[in-house]
T-cell receptor, first 112, second 110 residues
Framework: DGGITQSPKYLFRKEGQNVTLSCEQNLNHDAMYWYRQDPGQGLRLIYYSQIVNDFQKGDIAEGYSVSREKKESFPLTVTSAQKNPTAFYLC???????????FGPGTRLTVT | GQQLNQSPQSMFIQEGEDVSMNCTSSSIFNTWLWYKQEPGEGPVLLIALYKAGELTSNGRLTAQFGITRKDSFLNISASIPSDVGIYFCAGNNAGNMLTFGGGTRLMVKP
């Protein structure tokens, strides 16, 4: 079955700790994206990558970092510099040039 | 930045009723997408629209790309309890990036 997996589903961390969220896809998509969703709100773009070893900042990149060493993987690190890290994080992928993005199941991060 | 305004923000309807929601922008968009998100899950793509005036159906769902290219509409006919969720519109007008609306929360009373 092709799809996007995110792990873990729920993640708890203490303030001041960095945490890495996993995103893997086997759809052979070139482009991958990370979004943040807060309660009752739409999705905001954190980072995106259109090709291996390259990525671009989205609208709210501060306090986050990413890497794209493999086509199928696009991990997101939430650093201690992110002031309000508690949120629902969604990973998506698409074919290059396509606007149709397909989403993973999300990771709910809670930082206390 | 660009904004997509969705209305209504929430709807509480009786099973069997038809539903209409829309998404508007002050900017022109080249593509409109509609997604459904269930609680605790990622959004699922329902319909993609690529041309002004285009009308596309997916089962009981019908979406239209407004002729001004600044709006889109989603209709659900004969709603059922499993239609419950948040419906998001998303638009593209440059590169591969999508701008998302704030969502319409649909609740269906059996």
């Amino acid at each position: 079955d092709g799809g996007i997996t995110q792990s873990p589903k729920y993640l708890f961390r203490k303030e001041g700790q960095n945490v890495t969220l996993s995103c893997e896809q086997n759809l052979n998509h070139d482009a991958m994206y990370w979004y943040r969703q807060d309660p009752g709100q739409g999705l905001r773009l954190i980072y995106y990558s259109q090709i291996v070893n390259d990525f671009q900042k989205g609208d709210i990149a501060e306090g986050y970092s990413v890497s794209r060493e493999k086509k199928e993987s696009f991990p997101l690190t939430v650093t201690s510099a992110q002031k309000n890290p508690t949120a629902f994080y969604l990973c998506a992928s698409s074919n290059l040039g396509s606007y149709e993005q397909y989403f993973g199941p999300g990771t709910r991060l809670t930082v206390t | 930045g660009q904004q997509l305004n969705q209305s209504p923000q929430s709807m509480f309807i009786q099973e069997g009723e038809d539903v209409s929601m829309n998404c508007t922008s002050s900017s022109i968009f080249n593509t409109w997408l509609w997604y459904k998100q269930e609680p605790g899950e990622g959004p699922v793509l329902l319909i993609a629209l690529y041309k002004a005036g285009e009308l596309t159906s997916n089962g009981r769902l019908t979406a239209q790309f407004g002729i001004t290219r600044k709006d889109s509409f989603l209709n659900i006919s004969a709603s059922i309890p499993s239609d419950v969720g948040i419906y998001f519109c998303a638009g593209n007008n440059a590169g591969n990036m999508l701008t998302f609306g704030g969502g319409t929360r649909l609740m269906v009373k059996p």
